[in-house]
């Protein structure tokens, strides 16, 4: 699909973001990264899975936390986007614009990645002292908060203490992103767990609107989350997910790092778009 003419006020890997005075409209194309590099391939409908994932959560988890959301109604969109309407329909946010609080807010309710290394080599995880003897994809007895810094694109966010994150912004702030974030996580889980989803560990983004932290960002979405499937979990091995684990695979078969990524097979393309298909309606119980 032809995306707009109308040059964003800035751009992300996968977002689009164009400033409105007192909003930011985002918009969620189909661009997807891999290795740090924005692959030259798109994944069909995977911005549309993005925006109406991230707006299912709002809604579930509004009496946890107030978000940012206005609307996603494209009568609500400013003139100038108007002729794109067709374009932007189920892949825009119309959101508040924050003052964003420079922590990522990672929960972790399982152990793997980046976590089980750090937990492998020091038995912590951000500082977090963990039982012994868990394994690849343990479940983490109570879901951990292990905040880190954001990163420009391209460099790497770096996994900090959460004393390091009070040095960040102080205390009260500090305390109420963890408090937040750990509520968000264990609603969102208990949820996708009735839909036979275990949420392996994910990433909030927080920020203020006149002094109040709400939620903001993408939440909750394949890109943003580890969903794996609880009917074929099992603990001591690397879970499937939902997400660009096909796109990855393939790049690792057949890439050595070096030079510009090559182009992706049409079948790894189709199969990441039904992945993200798959977990929006397997989470929402609404046909896409």
């Not at 995977?46 to 609307?71: A, M, P, Q, Y």
């Not at 390091?164 to 109420?176: K, N």
Request: contains cysteine; aromatic residues 10%; charged residues 25%.
């Amino acid at each position: 699909m032809a995306e707009m003419n109308l040059r964003p006020t800035a751009q992300g890997k996968v977002r689009d973001l164009y400033d409105l005075g007192d909003m930011l409209l985002l918009v969620a194309t189909d661009r997807i990264s891999a290795f740090d590099y924005i692959l030259e391939d798109e994944i069909p409908h995977k911005g549309e899975v993005l925006t109406r994932l991230s707006c299912f959560w709002f809604d579930l988890l509004s009496d946890v936390v107030n978000n940012h959301l206005i609307s996603t109604n494209v009568a609500d969109l400013p003139e100038e986007f108007a002729p794109y309407a067709d374009y932007l329909n189920g892949r825009f946010m119309l959101v508040h614009k924050m003052e964003m609080l420079p922590a990522e807010c990672i929960v972790r309710g399982y152990l793997t990645g980046s976590g089980l290394a750090s937990y492998q080599e020091t038995g912590e995880v951000c500082g977090i002292k963990l039982p012994e003897g868990l394994v690849e994809s343990s479940k983490i007895p109570e879901a951990i908060f292990t905040p880190s810094t954001k990163a420009e694109i391209g460099d790497h966010d770096e996994n900090i203490s959460y004393e390091q994150t009070v040095e960040l912004m102080g205390e009260e702030d500090a305390s109420e992103l963890r408090r937040l974030s750990l509520a968000v996580y264990n609603k969102a889980a208990d949820y996708a767990a009735s839909r036979g989803i275990i949420i392996a560990d994910t990433k909030f983004e927080f920020g203020k609107l006149n002094g109040e932290i709400r939620l903001g960002d993408e939440v909750l979405t394949p890109d943003s989350s580890r969903f794996w499937a609880a009917s074929s979990y099992q603990e001591g091995q690397s879970q499937p997910s939902f997400d660009k684990q096909f796109v990855r695979d393939w790049l690792n078969a057949n890439w050595d790092r070096t030079g510009n990524p090559p182009r992706l097979p049409q079948d790894i393309i189709d199969a990441t778009s039904e992945k993200y298909i798959q977990a929006y309606e397997l989470i929402t119980g609404e046909k896409f």
